[in-house]
């Protein structure tokens, strides 16, 4: 037995041995259902700390996330609906099964082939009836239309190059206005959400998530509002009471500092 296969048994026992009559009585009490929320937490956790570089971080928090798949592999198991092994037997095969450019005959020249080669196979394999299907209703908005619109595209539905897009974007943010001019807030929100669907795709075209470029917007606008609330507070002055000249002032110093 490996170094690596004694580890992670050893933290399978430990697991175990937590969900055992006499182990921890919070990890007894646990179900499938009831750790959803700590899951997604730690997948969360994960993210930040690889957008932050943290590596020590990222190395503890990979070690929660397995924990929770352990969890959730081992509560099955009780239940007598798989176990663990079988998870593990299934990804392997998995990965094979849908790499035939590594593992057989056909070829992937470059990584959209690849990708095509595996929307193909898992097509097949799951029997849907659309190329479409697949992608879960749970996930963030943003990244269920960049999904949606990368399977689309595997099956030749797409645009021709980055220029299209532009025009599309173009078309919907004009669209946008006429609905604003009218007034009409469900025509408001649908064109809206078409424009933002638009830049979704535009952001697939560079190579880029949308998720995580949204995301870093995000962390950038909270950095440069902190330091607008810090300068005011080095001024004894009031955010309600200071002139937007003078905090659009401090915005473009921390934009500055970056």
């Known amino acids: 037995m490996s170094d690596i296969e004694k580890?992670?048994?050893?933290l399978v026992e430990t697991v175990k041995r937590l969900r055992s009559p006499n182990g921890c009585p919070w990890d007894i009490e646990q179900t499938s259902q009831s750790l959803i929320p700590f899951f997604i937490e730690e997948v969360y956790e994960v993210i930040e700390a690889i957008d932050n570089q943290d590596w020590d971080s990222v190395k503890e928090?990979?070690?929660?996330?397995?924990l929770h798949l352990i969890f959730q592999?081992?509560?099955?198991?009780?239940?007598?609906?798989?176990k663990i092994h079988d998870s593990i037997d299934s990804i392997n095969e998995k990965l094979v099964r849908r790499h035939p450019h590594v593992f057989e005959k056909e070829k992937a020249d470059n990584s959209f082939q690849a990708k095509q080669n595996w929307e193909s196979a898992k097509h097949?394999?799951?029997?849907r009836k659309s190329r479409i299907d697949g992608v879960p209703k749970a996930l963030p908005s943003i990244i269920q239309a960049?999904?949606?619109?990368?399977?689309?595209?595997?099956?030749?539905?797409d645009w021709k190059n980055?220029?299209?897009v532009w025009k599309k974007i173009d078309e919907e943010i004009e669209e946008l206005k006429t609905a604003e001019k009218d007034g009409d807030i469900k025509q408001i929100e649908g064109e809206l959400g078409d424009a933002i669907f638009s830049l979704v795709n535009l952001a697939r075209f560079l190579n880029i998530s949308a998720?995580?470029?949204?995301?870093?917007?995000?962390?950038?606008?909270?950095?440069?509002?902190?330091?607008i609330e810090g300068a005011l507070e080095k001024k004894g002055k009031k955010f309600e009471q200071t002139g937007l000249s003078e905090l659009d002032k401090y915005w473009n110093e921390a934009k500055g500092n970056e």
Do not use: H, P
Not at 61 to 66: R, W
Not at 146 to 157: D, M, P
């Open 73 to 82: 592999a081992l509560i099955a198991e009780e239940q007598k609906k798989f």
């Open 146 to 157: 960049q999904r949606l619109q990368q399977k689309a595209s595997y099956s030749g539905f």
């Open 61 to 66: 928090e990979l070690g929660d996330v397995m």
């Open 211 to 227: 998720e995580n470029a949204l995301r870093k917007t995000n962390d950038k606008f909270k950095n440069r509002f902190r330091y």
């Open 7 to 10: 580890k992670f048994e050893a």
């Open 162 to 164: 980055s220029k299209d």
């Open 124 to 127: 097949i394999e799951k029997k």
